[in-house]
């Protein structure tokens, strides 16, 4: 037999004992699955004969009720779809008045419109956001071995760690003695959140990165602060943007979540039409979470593409090229030029 | 009839960068081309207009007189930085080269017919890494790692092997390995290769024939007498040899 035959037959034994292995992994892995859902009093025949209500919510989405859309919705009473349009058609018609009944929406409606409600929600992701930005980049930075000699850059993983342990509709409800369940203690809630995660994601962009310019700049006698700043944080300075970007979408998402526990905004909204099965209103909340949630993710992701290195300009862009790059309505759409 | 004919081909990149400038010249069926020039001088862009991944702004690229109109299988191509899977054995990366031949169900249940188990195994025998065919990629070296490069290019069956600048990331001594290899394979299968090198003693020893390319223009086209010091000199600091600073052809900018 030649070298070749008896290369193919020992590749082909061991394929057929790594296939062997597959099949037995996968009968584990399905037999986990059904033992689970016995354990949790799955029942296929209930779920079947919950379908008709469950369809009559869905159905709710075919004709979702905007009529708490604008102060301008509720006082002409439009409902449905109308409550948007009408809304739209009406500050089109009338700008001035138009604009101020908007404004008027978001502050005096802030509770009562689904406007000042889905501002309420942003703002609560976005002043969260600024709140955990500060504290995770001093826990980030300072939780990296580069930075802080081990094992003491392990007290500031572990604070991110334990934060990271306990989930934000939690941490809402540690706070509730201080505020209440009210937009203030979704802030703080959403705020220690992004200490736990966008510290987490600091650290360990700081621990991928090159050692080569970390090196030079000490070697040029730089003292510690100095080669910790112009070594390192220079080198992540874009990518923490972007992550920190990256976490405003995350926490705009939360911010739905805590609502639905009654800290304000969308989830409340939500929530209290669906206890009352006033399933049109509710559908109108949730098309809203799509619209808003969309909007920053579009808006987030697009300013980190324009972030990130070796992307059509070839060279890695500032934050203030990539806000002016969002008014460039082709980028947006991805049209690509062709690279010299 | 030559196995390789490029006539009046150029490229141009965006609206005004000439990447090739009229190029012109013809392969025979088992010749060992050598394509040298300083960087930017357009020899990736020659190869990727020869395998179709770029298609020539003028000019026609033919094979076995047929035009190249697109990417083909029978064309296969040599990387720099070797681009294997490095989570796989040398083995299943030879076998990718069947990939082209074997229908999408079957290469994703890793169904390969005999046969190109057997050509991928012999494809590893010919650059010597049969024994190292379980061996995960990953683990091999830069030298054993670029010749199961060229056994997934020898897998493909090509009537042409490219191979952009193979060596250019080895020592020494891996580098000649690996070119030995390479030319070894070409001769056994009597495959015409093009491949583009910076090391100008490592391209004398392998090549049959040379062609310098200088601003996207072949400057020189011939044998291994013919390329004298004088020559390469010329390639690659133009005419500038002894007056202008040493490397500054080289500091043209990459198209």
């Keep these: 037999m030649s070298a070749i035959e008896e290369t193919l037959a020992r590749i082909q034994r061991h394929r057929r004992q790594r296939q062997a292995l597959a099949v037995l992994a996968v009968a584990g892995v399905l037999t986990i699955f059904w033992m689970g859902l016995q354990y949790l009093n799955f029942d296929l025949w209930e779920l079947t004969d919950q379908l008709p209500t469950w369809y009559d919510w869905l159905a709710a989405f075919k004709t979702p009720n905007f009529q708490d859309f604008s102060l301008y919705s509720i006082e002409n009473g439009l409902t449905g779809w109308s409550g948007l349009f009408d809304t739209i058609w009406y500050v089109i018609t009338n700008p001035l008045a138009g604009f101020d009944m908007v404004m008027n929406s978001f502050t005096e409606g802030k509770e009562t419109t689904l406007l000042g409600l889905s501002v309420v929600t942003v703002v609560i992701g976005v002043c969260g956001t600024i709140l955990g930005f500060p504290f995770a980049l001093l826990f980030g930075v300072l939780g990296s071995e580069r930075v802080t000699p081990f094992p003491f850059n392990f007290l500031f993983r572990g604070v991110m760690s334990l934060i990271r342990a306990i989930p934000a509709l939690v941490w809402i409800l540690i706070y509730v003695p201080l505020a209440g369940i009210s937009p203030v203690s979704a802030v703080l809630a959403v705020g220690t959140d992004t200490i736990g995660i966008l510290g987490r994601l600091f650290t360990d962009e700081l621990e991928e990165i090159e050692d080569g310019p970390i090196e030079a700049i000490s070697s040029t006698g730089a003292n510690r602060a100095q080669t910790v700043s112009f070594g390192m944080l220079s080198q992540v300075s874009t990518s923490f943007i972007a992550w920190t970007l990256y976490s405003l979408e995350i926490n705009v998402r939360v911010a739905v979540s805590l609502g639905v526990v009654g800290a304000g905004g969308l989830g409340r909204y939500i929530q209290l039409k669906l206890s009352l099965l006033d399933y049109g209103p509710a559908a109108a909340g949730i098309l809203m979470v799509v619209f808003i949630v969309l909007t920053v993710e579009l808006t987030s992701s697009r300013l980190r593409a324009r972030l990130r290195p070796g992307e059509e300009g070839g060279s890695s862009r500032s934050l203030l090229d990539a806000i002016r790059d969002l008014g460039d309505i082709r980028k947006w759409l991805g049209t690509k030029v062709e690279r010299n | ?255």
């Design chain 2, 1 to 255: 009839m030559a196995a390789v004919s490029i006539r009046n081909v150029t490229k141009i990149y965006g609206s005004d960068t000439l990447a090739l400038d009229d190029v012109s010249f013809e392969v025979e069926e088992g010749e060992f081309v050598v394509i040298l020039g300083p960087s930017g001088a357009g020899k990736s862009t020659l190869l990727r207009v020869l395998n179709g991944l770029t298609p020539p702004t003028e000019g026609v690229v033919e094979m076995g007189g047929e035009p190249v109109t697109g990417k083909r299988d029978d064309v296969a191509m040599v990387f720099q930085l070797h681009y294997l899977v490095e989570s796989m054995s040398a083995y299943r990366n030879a076998l990718t080269g069947a990939l082209g031949r074997t229908g999408w169900i079957r290469s994703l249940l890793t169904w390969y017919e005999d046969e190109d188990k057997r050509s991928a195994l012999d494809a590893l025998e010919t650059v010597g890494l049969l024994d190292e065919a379980e061996q995960r990629a990953g683990s091999m070296s830069g030298g054993q790692k670029q010749r199961v490069g060229i056994a997934r290019a020898l897998v493909q069956n090509p009537t042409l092997l490219l191979a952009d600048e193979p060596v250019s990331s080895l020592d020494p001594k891996a580098a000649r390995d690996v070119m030995g290899y390479m030319k070894q394979a070409a001769e056994e299968r009597n495959l015409t290769t093009i491949a583009s090198l910076h090391q100008v003693n490592i391209a004398r020893e392998f090549g049959d024939r040379f062609i310098g390319i200088r601003d996207g223009s072949v400057m020189f086209d011939g044998g291994p007498d013919e390329l004298t010091m004088e020559m390469v000199d010329e390639l690659y600091y133009g005419e500038q040899v002894g007056k202008g600073a040493p490397g500054e052809g080289a500091e043209e900018a990459q198209a």
